[in-house]
């Protein structure tokens, strides 16, 4: 499957364990009327593939989705998804029209939880 749009946030790779590492992301699809800010992770050898791509670049991203259920200990069951990328390409902006392209970029890089009380669902 893959998704275009422009690289809004470029997160620096973390390493998570001895054995995980991974690299989030945002892109700013604008296929439809209302532009859709999507968190996407690399993981391992493919968090490079963000190296020589830059905040405010059409790109191109094949992804796979992950799910996995999580039981809590107080036997909870709750589901989480992840958008993981494995290829990333830059793309050419003629594939976007002009009012795309010339949309200002704003990428707050602290996410925090207050940013979600401003959603309008």
């Known amino acids: 499957m893959q998704v275009k749009g422009i690289l809004k946030v470029k997160g620096e790779s973390q390493q998570v364990s001895d054995k995980f590492k991974k690299r989030d992301f945002v892109l700013t699809e604008n296929s439809t009327q209302y532009p859709q800010h999507l968190s996407i992770q690399l993981t391992q050898d493919k968090c490079d593939l963000l190296d020589n791509i830059n905040v405010g670049d059409l ?33 050419q902006p003629k594939q976007y029209n002009q009012a795309q392209q010339s949309a200002p970029l704003q990428a707050p890089l602290n996410h925090t939880e207050s940013d979600e009380d401003d959603l309008p669902f």
């Open 59 to 91: 790109i191109e991203v094949s992804i796979n989705l992950r799910g996995r259920e999580w039981v809590s200990p107080q036997n909870e069951t709750k589901y989480f998804n992840t958008i993981e990328a494995w290829k990333i390409t830059k793309d």
